[in-house]
């Protein structure tokens, strides 16, 4: 009879641990394939051209207007871009603002170097393309 009782408070513990763990390993997981090295993040002053082949890469956030009218910006000249969204992801939040001192959205990074968020790159469009 003690050992069922055992088993009965054993099993419950052993199905929250293992879920725990899923979790864990999940969030560690999502936030590893979006690390951001420093090497990826420039002076905003060094500013870019923008190519035809280009990699821009912009972190966002739901519901950000300025998040969209950048995404517009680059669709509007068919740019191809990969669009990180970073609303409930604070490491991602708090190591792009550590590393460019920008506290808004969106970040944009062309060729990995930091360009700033959409005037930056609405002024960058207007100067490098017809």
């Known amino acids: 009879m003690k050992i069922n009782k055992k088993i009965q ?4 513990l052993l199905f929250f641990s293992l879920a725990l763990l899923f979790v864990v390993f999940k969030l ?7 690390n951001i090295s420093s090497n990826n993040i420039s002076d905003n002053h060094n500013r870019q051209t923008l190519s035809d082949n280009a ?5 966002t956030k739901e519901g950000c207007r300025y998040c969209s009218m950048a995404k517009e910006l680059l669709l ?3 740019i191809d871009f990969e669009s990180v969204d970073i609303s409930f992801d604070t490491d991602i939040q708090r190591k792009l603002f550590e590393q460019t001192r920008q506290n808004t959205v969106p970040y944009i990074f062309i060729d990995d170097k930091f360009i700033g968020g959409y005037k930056d790159l609405s002024e960058l469009m207007q100067t490098t393309t017809p």
């Open 9 to 12: 408070v054993i099993i419950p």
């Open 55 to 59: 990699k821009v890469i912009m972190y």
């Open 28 to 34: 560690l997981n999502i936030t590893s394939s979006r």
């Open 76 to 78: 509007k000249k068919n």
